[in-house]
């Protein structure tokens, strides 16, 4: 059953190796270590890194030499291709909720779930959106041609470290380095010397205006690009520069003399950011929308015939179910709501394909609003109800926009989509076991750690709010934000139409709405490590543009990996 090759693209042969055991377990060990750092850094930011890259290089280091010393069979492309899809599959599990939908039920309903309902959970979630990735395969990849720019990304790394070995070596040996340096400089920071968190003033400092010398921060930061620092800088100024001091000092928020504002502020912070970052994500996501299905139309293309239609239908049907059966039993819904949650998430999945596809950026954060809007209509007044139907349709329609990638990576390199699926249900089972037991180790008390400085947990903040102003309305929200909400809801259009207009040379000048709105709900030191961390790799993309393009993501994966890791191994001691 191998992939069909486009032009330029590789046919591995059915005769290579591929769905080996070494492979599997390989991608689920990497998956089980990288699966933590996407936790970790979720809760801490709200955003998560593609491990694929990581575990293909991190795979291929390991067993290319280890098949010459011990003279065993090569490690091949289509076992690194299955490497990476279980890894990633594995990492990318926090699309099943563990950093959005399910704190938010754990601060609304006073705790987290118990670790095997939480894990039964997420794996029905992410499983359900496995089986609606392939379904949507034909069309979006086979026939439509979609990019996916992270797929074709993975699948240009393994052509090439099989291509050129030593410069594999190189980039793994960057990736080691600053994962290693990250990991020692925590080590120093917390067992021998607390580096300095430095801040202009007192004021400032109880602003959150401080210097944070995290390396998963300046890491994100080279990954997520200058446009993104950019707009969270602006948005850190704006609002705990401008808007923080103002209604402090009216005494439209009531603070202590001494100690750290951010719980008091982002209380009320919350509102316009949210709303910022709500409307700008759903114009832009609508104007996607209708711009990718012009493409498509004009195309016309029709959804090829694929191999294997009854073991999907019966994958799809046994997903289907345990998602349902699983909301009715452990959140008492309804099971007419439940069951509308399964075309939902066709629909959404559809949508949030088709936009990774185009743009290489996944919608998660307007498919999480467009999901608990719909459901808010379908199940009033019910908070819990929205939160965990609105897990399942924006849960699976993330992980299947994510999972496409794999299979875009392994449509281009002519493997099997077939032993890919199996691959990811290996993924998401090890992703699900490995991140509810971190994220119940780092959060084992919800309430009194969500929405800190520790952990400001900008997602959790989002889906908590849309849920209780759904359940509640308007009398949920201060009275005092409420001008600022509707100002923000402007600049949010504003800011999406203005996308449409302006040159890719021009855009990165433009703050997103969406990151604008993310830096009101995250203290201002991370936001401006961020943009530090972005400012920096533009800078090296500009002085040193062939390094960059060979070792920057590399240091950066690293220097995220290093921090996380070294975050969760210290929960434990």
């Known amino acids: 059953m191998t992939g069909t090759g486009s032009p330029g693209e590789v046919n591995a042969g059915s005769g290579s190796r591929e769905l080996t055991l070494r492979a599997l377990l390989t991608g689920v060990l990497l998956g089980g270590l990288l699966a933590p750092c996407n936790v ?65 039920l754990a601060l609304i309903s ?43 990304a993975t699948a240009e790394t393994l052509k090439d470290v099989f291509s050129h070995g030593r410069e594999a070596a190189r980039r793994v040996t960057a990736l080691l380095g600053s994962q290693t340096g990250a990991i020692a400089v925590n080590a120093v920071d917390t067992l021998l010397w607390r580096i ?13 205006f401080s210097f944070d010398p995290s390396l998963l921060l300046l890491g994100f930061g080279g990954i997520i690009g200058l446009r993104a620092g950019i707009g969270l800088l602006v948005g850190a100024i704006a609002a705990w520069g ?16 001494s100690g750290n504002w951010f719980q008091p502020l982002v209380g009320w912070l919350l509102w316009p950011g949210v709303t910022l970052m709500v409307t700008a994500s759903l114009t832009s996501f609508t104007l996607g929308l209708v711009q990718s299905l012009r493409v498509g139309n004009r195309r016309g293309n029709r959804e090829p015939a694929e191999p294997g239609g009854t073991k999907r239908f019966i994958g799809f049907l046994l997903a289907a179910t345990l998602v349902v059966v699983l ?20 629909v959404l999945a559809t949508v949030a394909a088709r936009v990774t596809g185009e743009t290489g950026i996944p919608p998660i954060g307007a498919i999480g609003k467009v999901s608990q809007l719909s459901f808010g209509v379908m199940a009033p007044l019910q908070p819990i109800t929205n939160l965990m139907t609105a897990n399942v349709a924006g849960g699976a329609a993330g992980q299947s926009a994510d999972l496409l990638n794999d299979l875009r990576a392994g449509h281009a390199v002519g493997a099997s989509p077939g032993r890919q699926v199996i691959a990811q249900c290996a993924g998401v089972l090890t992703g ?44 949920g929200i201060p009275a005092s934000a409420v001008s600022a909400m509707a100002i923000a809801a402007l600049l949010g259009i504003m800011l999406a139409l203005l996308e449409l207009r302006l040159t890719a ?12 709105g993310l830096a009101f709900v995250i203290p201002a030191s991370t936001s401006m490590t961020l943009f530090l961390g972005a400012l920096m790799a533009s800078t090296l993309t500009r002085v040193a543009p062939h390094w960059s393009a060979r070792f920057l993501l590399s240091i950066a994966a690293g220097l995220v990996a290093g921090e996380s890791l070294f975050g969760v191994v210290s929960m434990w001691f």
């Open 40 to 104: 970790y850094s979720g809760l801490k930011i709200g955003w998560s890194f593609n491990m694929s890259i990581t575990a293909l290089l991190l795979a291929y280091a390991f067993w290319v030499p280890i098949c010459r010393w011990l003279r065993l069979p090569d490690w091949s492309l289509l076992e690194s291709n299955i490497n990476q899809t279980t890894a990633s599959s594995a990492a990318s599990i926090i699309s099943g909720g563990l950093v959005a939908p399910i704190p938010a």
């Open 110 to 152: 006073g705790g987290n779930l118990p670790w095997m309902m939480l894990v039964a959970w997420v794996f029905a979630v992410s499983f359900l959106g496995i089986w609606v990735g392939w379904y949507l395969r034909p069309r979006l990849i086979v026939a439509s041609g979609l990019v996916f720019p992270a797929g074709v």
């Open 196 to 208: 300095p968190r430095w801040a202009p003033t007192a004021a400032a400092e109880r602003l959150t």
């Open 242 to 257: 401008v808007i923080a001091p103002n209604i402090v000092s009216s005494g439209i928020v009531a603070v202590g003399e």
């Open 327 to 346: 909301q009715i039993s452990f959140f008492d819904i309804h099971w007419t709501v439940a069951l509308i949650a399964i075309p939902m998430s066709f």
């Open 432 to 475: 699900s076991l490995v991140g509810s037991l971190v994220y119940l180790a780092l959060i084992n008390d919800p309430v009194n750690q969500l929405l800190t400085p520790e952990w400001p947990a900008p997602a959790v903040a989002t889906w908590k709010a849309v849920a209780e102003t759904l359940s509640v309305g308007l009398q």
């Open 505 to 516: 040379r021009t855009l990165v000048w433009l703050p997103s709405g969406a990151t604008l």
